[in-house]
């Protein structure tokens, strides 16, 4: 029986930036019950310790009985698959890459796009304080908890700017914390063409949400607002 080492070289992939400080990693064993690829992500189901669940992470090559470890970077709840026609309860999202993995060159070449800033740079240390919610806005948490409903509405959030990566594909994406939300959903990422602020600053950030935006390469943002502009 192989195993496969499931381990965070690509630290956030499906966030599309660094995993920052306070969002730890937690690391699982398991057995696969069953696989399948869709959509450029592979899906397992894993049972640990007499528990079963659902785990997605960049294509590698599992098989049903195979003993896996792996990082879990993000859990989401009501996850809809579109590639699969599937809505999970609850999947988490996994990093995988080297170490035993028998992933094609080319799918792991897939995973950080070119220009893309090296995922596993440490995110600034930002000082994160609750952050007063902006007036006839959302709280990161109410947009995570109301995402179906907001998908393709004007969405106003103020909060913190704990990370940036500037002039990628076209864009400047901002990653804002408010204090609110459980680890793996208590920020999110803005995407403008416009300007980005600087890491450190409250800004409220306004544009349209996205909901289980794939833009490709193993970057899947469960939220994801477009055309942002922001406002001190």
């Given at each position: 029986m192989s195993k496969y080492i499931l381990a965070a070289l690509v630290a956030m992939a499906l966030w599309g930036g660094a995993a920052h400080a306070g969002n730890a990693a937690k690391q699982h064993?398991?057995?696969?019950?069953?696989?399948?690829?869709?959509?450029?992500?592979?899906?397992?189901?894993?049972?640990?310790?007499?528990?079963?669940?659902?785990?997605?992470?960049?294509?590698?090559?599992?098989?049903?009985?195979?003993?896996?470890?792996?990082?879990?970077?993000?859990?989401?709840?009501?996850?809809?698959s579109n590639s699969l026609d599937r809505t999970f309860d609850e999947i988490r999202f996994v990093n995988w890459a080297g170490g035993g993995v028998t992933a094609s060159e080319d799918a792991l070449a897939r995973t950080v796009p070119a220009g893309h800033p090296p995922v596993a740079a440490a995110a600034?240390?930002?000082?994160?304080?609750?952050?007063?919610k902006a007036e006839g806005g959302q709280t990161i948490a109410e947009v995570f908890d109301r995402r179906k409903e907001l998908e393709g509405d004007s969405v106003k959030v103020r909060g913190r700017v704990v990370k940036v990566s500037s002039n990628i594909m076209g864009s400047h994406w901002v990653h804002l914390e408010d204090g609110t939300g459980e680890p793996g959903t208590d920020h999110i990422v803005f995407r403008s063409s416009e300007h980005a602020p600087p890491a450190g600053t409250v800004v409220t950030g306004k544009g349209t949400l996205a909901v289980d935006r794939d833009l490709g390469f193993g970057y899947l943002y469960p939220v994801l607002v477009e055309d942002a502009t922001f406002t001190q």
């Open positions: 064993s398991g057995t696969v019950l069953e696989t399948m690829d869709s959509g450029g992500y592979t899906y397992m189901k894993v049972e640990e310790n007499g528990q079963a669940f659902w785990a997605a992470g960049p294509p590698a090559e599992v098989a049903a009985g195979d003993e896996v470890s792996f990082v879990e970077q993000m859990r989401m709840h009501d996850f809809r600034p240390d930002v000082s994160m304080e609750p952050v007063a």
